[in-house]
C-alpha cells in the first residue's frame, strides 16, 4: 500500500509518499481502506520531534474508511464494506476510569497515529473496539473531521459546563479544534464570541454562527461585530500562552477556564491570587471519549450541523496539508487517498 511515511523528524519534507507493507490483521483487529484522514496539530509535535516515536512512522488519528477485512476473532459487529469511523484514544479498558466511560482520563491512553501507526495511508489496521459505524448522514470526509477535533471540542464544552445562554470567550477560533468549538458551543444554545489572529476571518466566522469577532492580542472588535461583553461565562482555548492573560482577565466570578492546546507557548507567568478571589476554574482537557464520538453521530442523524472542512489534499500532498496547517486555515484539513 501507500503510505505518506515520516522517514525521521523534520519539517515537512520529512513526510515521504511511497510503499509500505500492508499491516497483518490480528484476531480481534480490522483493516480498513481509509477514504480519508484528518491532519491535526499533533501530527506536526510528533513530525517536528516534540513528540518521540520510532521511525519509520505513519501519522494520523483522524480515520474514516470501510471494512476490508476483520480479525479471526472479530466479534461479528462489522463485515467486509461496511462503513466506519475510528475513536482515536488507545485506552487499557481495565482501569476505573475505561470501565466508567472517561477513556480519555486513562493511565495509559495512547493515540492512533502516535503510539500505532495512523491514517497517512492507503489502508490501517485497528482494534475492533474502537470502530462507530458511520451514519449515511454523514460523508467519509465530514467523518474524518471528527475524532480529534469535535471529540475534543464536546469534551472541553462538557468539561466547561457550558450552558444555554451563556457567554463563551472562543480563543484560536480557525483552528480545527476552533470552530469545532464554535459550532459545537451553538448546539449548547451558548452565545460564542471569537477571538482570531487572522482579520480577514472574520466574515466567515460571524457567517458561522460567531457573535462577535475579535483581533488579538487587544481583542478589537472587527467589522460586524458589537464590543465584547463586560465579562464572560467561561473561556475556551487551545493557543496557551497568548490567551491565558486576556481570557482570565474577562472571566466572571466563579468563570471556567478550559484549554487543550499551547500553540502560542506553554511556559506563563500565572498570579494565583484572583484565581482563587474570583473563584476561577481552570480545566485542561486533552481529547474526549468515546461517549463524545457516539454524541457527535448521533446528532449528525438530527441535522442542523456539518462539520467545518478547509480543505482537502490528496495523501502523496501530505507535506502541502502540513505546510497549509501552519498556515491560516478555517476548519478541518484532510488527507484523500
Ligand atoms: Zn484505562
Redesign the pocket.
Known amino acids: 500500500m501507500h503510505a505518506a511515511v515520516l522517514e525521521g523528524p523534520g519539517g515537512p519534507e520529512a513526510l515521504s509518499y511511497r510503499e509500505v507493507p500492508t499491516p497483518p490483521v490480528g484476531p480481534r483487529e480490522v483493516l480498513l481502506r481509509v477514504r480519508a484522514a484528518g491532519v491535526n496539530r499533533l501530527d506536526v509535535w510528533i513530525r517536528n520531534g516534540t513528540y518521540p516515536v520510532p521511525f519509520p512512522h505513519v501519522l494520523g488519528a483522524d480515520v474514516a474508511g470501510e471494512v476490508e477485512q476483520v480479525g479471526t476473532e472479530a466479534s461479528g459487529r462489522f463485515a467486509p464494506g461496511d462503513r466506519v469511523l475510528v475513536y482515536p484514544g488507545l ?9 466508567q466511560g472517561q ?1 480519555s ?5 495512547g493515540l492512533l497515529g502516535r503510539e500505532r501507526w495512523g491514517g497517512y495511508a492507503e489502508r490501517i489496521v485497528v482494534p475492533e473496539p474502537l470502530l462507530f459505524p458511520l451514519p449515511e448522514t454523514m460523508t467519509f470526509q465530514g467523518a474524518a473531521a471528527l475524532p480529534v477535533a469535535y471529540t475534543t471540542a464536546e469534551h472541553m464544552l462538557s468539561r466547561a459546563g457550558v450552558r444555554s445562554g451563556e457567554r463563551v470567550l472562543l480563543f484560536g477560533a480557525t483552528g480545527g479544534v476552533g470552530t469545532a468549538l464554535l459550532l459545537r458551543a451553538q448546539r449548547r444554545r451558548a452565545r460564542v464570541f471569537a477571538v482570531t489572529g487572522s482579520p480577514t476571518a472574520a466574515g466567515e466566522l460571524l457567517a458561522m454562527g460567531a457573535e462577535g469577532v475579535y483581533l488579538r492580542p487587544e481583542l478589537t472588535p472587527l467589522a460586524g461585530s458589537s464590543p465584547l461583553p463586560g465579562t464572560v461565562d467561561a473561556v475556551l482555548d487551545s493557543l496557551g500562552k497568548e490567551a491565558l492573560a486576556p481570557g482570565l482577565a474577562r472571566l466572571r466570578k466563579g468563570g471556567r477556564y478550559a484549554y487543550c492546546g499551547v500553540t502560542s507557548g506553554n511556559v506563563v507567568t500565572l498570579d494565583l491570587r484572583p484565581i482563587y478571589a474570583r473563584q476561577i476554574s481552570i480545566l485542561g482537557c486533552f481529547l474526549g471519549n468515546r461517549e463524545d464520538l457516539r454524541v457527535l453521530l448521533e446528532d449528525s442523524l438530527n441535522g442542523g450541523w456539518e462539520p467545518r472542512v478547509h480543505r482537502t489534499f490528496p495523501l502523496s500532498e501530505a507535506a502541502a496539508a502540513h505546510r497549509a496547517l501552519e498556515g491560516a486555515h478555517l476548519g478541518k484539513l484532510l488527507l484523500l487517498p
Do not use: P, Q, T
Request: aromatic share 6%; hydrophobic share 35%.
Open positions: 485506552s487499557c479498558g481495565a482501569c476505573a476510569a475505561c470501565r477513556e482520563f486513562c493511565e495509559s491512553l
